[in-house]
């Protein structure tokens, strides 16, 4: 996100707009005065007189307003739906990479921002804004019925004062149900999305009734709140629209007692009811739709807050060189919020072009956490990480993440071809570049067998793969593009004999033409290529340096692997 900030765009482009929209809805609420001066002049001169062609006018020129009404109404509609697409076209690619940002750092509190920005649009397109355009014109009607005699005048101030309090009370009311329902409604779908994207171990581990009685218990919670609201909602809405009619069956009293004593005439008496109607309509209409308003203002400080956010750590970066591959780690520290100990504490080292590190230790040493670091992907509370002699901060991350490989310990395929999966998603992808990276990670053949080869569709909804296929063919994606640094969380995981063989091809390959690979390994036989080794313990550097010293250091056996050429190693429990 570079340049003028998404939310300040929003509001330099929906200034003419919203200026048209004032318009129309300042034409439209004069030309619905038509109708009570249509009654006035029928009641007070039509019929008086019993002039047909004072009828057959009046007719005509109501006709020709209503029309005119209509289409400026028509034309409110249609901005207003041009307006909630503009905005959704300005804001949908800041919010996802907001999204997607705040979900890599871990800050976990955008998750429904997608699903905001849907409900901003829904509700602009809606009938929501109309009565907000509409509401300043009620002092206007107001003042139309004072002209019409001053008890009519008073009378309608005192109606639209009684339901401006019914308003202030579905406000207070509302707030905070409304809220609670939403988070309990979120809480049962985040629940339900993820038991279904973890429905295999869930199953496998008897575990599908326990979530689901937890998940019916949590949407059961958002239910009764849900309907606590909506009992105070309607309640609140039946009695403002008994309220109103009331209102206007009292202004009808009131003029007919006035028409009695000669002090108004009956057209008089019609004309103050229609036009206390449509002051007081707006008003009843914010009621009604309350719902809709708190929601969609809830989304709006949401999508808000996290565009701020994005936008102060957002920067416009210089075009650099191409990375070689050279990384500098200077006394770097890691902290997790849920953690007091740092979860990586003085951790430096630097590699040259064509080194191959391993990384290896206990489980929970840091080791991921040290990878998402040099990813760029984990906040560092001090020290530095330079790639090529640059920081992650002085570069456009997409620009710089091209320039990176990454397969992660759970290597996940998106909904997609393989071919798009390997390219990145790519537009215009290079196709011999396809088919070198998966070449270059053995997988070629194995795609090949496929169905549909490189076309076949994998992810959700496409071919179930193993997870060793998976891990192949997520490793053709980190190789895709000859990255200058490769990053392998454990590549090894979920391979046979021959996929070990061809990750330690890769390794050796991606050496060879100069650029830099970490491999993360508990299984010996993904760190065969490499010639650098560095051994973590409780997110602290114990070793570093050239292999087969740091072997020396902290391995007590040494016995033969079941592949050729692979060693298991055993680790030290004491004095590393």
């Known amino acids: 996100m570079t340049g003028v900030g998404p939310l300040r765009t929003l509001r330099q482009q929906v200034r003419k707009p919203i200026c048209a929209l004032a318009l129309f809805s300042c034409v439209v609420n004069l030309l619905l005065m038509t109708g009570p001066l249509f009654m006035l002049q029928v009641y007070d001169r039509v019929l008086s007189s019993g002039s047909v062609q004072t009828l057959v006018a009046l007719v005509i020129l109501v006709v020709v307003l209503f029309a005119f009404m209509g289409m400026l109404d028509a034309m409110r509609s249609r901005v207003l739906a041009r307006l909630a697409g503009r905005l959704d076209e300005i804001l949908r690619g800041p919010v996802f990479s907001a999204v997607q940002s705040d979900a890599w750092r871990g800050a976990g509190n ?41 008890w009519l005048g008073w009378f309608a101030v005192g109606a639209a004062s009684v339901l401006a309090c019914f308003a202030v009370a579905n406000e207070w009311l509302t707030r905070a149900p409304q809220l609670a329902a939403s988070t309990a409604a979120e809480s049962a779908q985040r629940l339900a999305d993820e038991s279904r994207r973890q429905a295999a171990p869930a199953v496998a581990l ?27 909602l309607g309640t609140l809405s039946a ?25 108004i005439s009956g057209g008089v008496m019609v004309a103050a009811s229609i036009l206390l109607a449509r002051a007081l309509s707006p008003v ?56 007091k100990e740092p979860l990586l504490a003085g951790i430096s080292f630097k590699l040259n072009p064509g080194d191959g590190l391993g990384i290896i230790g206990p489980s929970g040493a840091g080791k991921t956490t040290l990878a998402h670091a040099i990813l760029g992907i984990a906040p560092l509370v001090r020290g530095e990480i330079r790639i090529s002699g640059s920081t992650h901060d002085q570069w456009n991350r997409d620009v710089l993440g091209r320039q990176l490989g990454y397969l992660p310990q759970d290597a996940v395929l998106f909904p997609g071809s393989v071919a798009r999966n ?23 053949e194995l795609i090949l067998s496929f169905s549909n080869g490189y076309g076949t569709l994998v992810g959700q909804g496409g071919v179930a793969l193993s997870a060793g296929e998976r891990q192949r063919i997520a490793l053709a994606r980190a190789l895709y593009g000859d990255p200058a640094l490769v990053v392998l969380d454990e590549p090894n995981s979920n391979l046979d004999a021959e996929g070990d063989q061809a990750l330690s091809q890769a390794i050796k390959a991606t050496r060879d033409r100069g650029a830099t690979i970490i491999v993360i390994a508990h299984r010996p036989s993904a760190i065969n290529a490499v010639n650098m080794l560095l051994y973590l313990r409780g997110g602290k550097q114990v070793a570093f340096g050239p292999k087969d010293e740091v072997l020396r250091q902290v391995t007590q056996v040494v016995v033969p692997g079941p592949h050729q050429g692979n060693n298991v190693t055993v680790m030290r429990a004491g004095n590393e």
């Open 110 to 150: 955008a998750g429904p921002s997608i699903r905001d920005l849907e409900t901003i649009r829904g509700w602009i397109s809606g009938p929501g804004p109309g009565m907000f355009f509409d509401a300043p014109f009620v002092p206007l009607y107001i003042g139309v019925i004072f002209l019409l005699h001053i």
């Open 206 to 232: 008897g575990m599908e009734s326990n979530l689901r009685s937890l998940w019916e218990s949590k949407v059961q919670e958002a239910v009764l709140l849900s309907n606590g609201l909506s009992d105070r």
């Open 239 to 263: 009695m403002s629209k008994a309220t109103r009619l009331l209102f206007q069956s009292g202004i009808l009293a009131v003029g007919a007692y006035l028409a009695i004593g000669q002090e």
């Open 284 to 339: 009843e209409q914010a009621i009604v739709h309350w719902r809709s308003v708190l929601g969609m203002v809830r989304s709006s400080r949401r999508v808000s807050q996290l565009l701020n956010a994005a936008e102060v750590t957002a920067s416009d970066p210089m075009e650099l060189p191409p990375l070689n591959g050279a990384v500098s780690i200077s006394d770097i520290v890691c902290v997790a919020s849920a953690r």
């Open 422 to 444: 390997i390219s990145r998603f790519e537009p215009n992808a290079d196709a011999k570049a396809v088919l070198h990276a998966a070449k270059l990670a053995g997988v070629h």
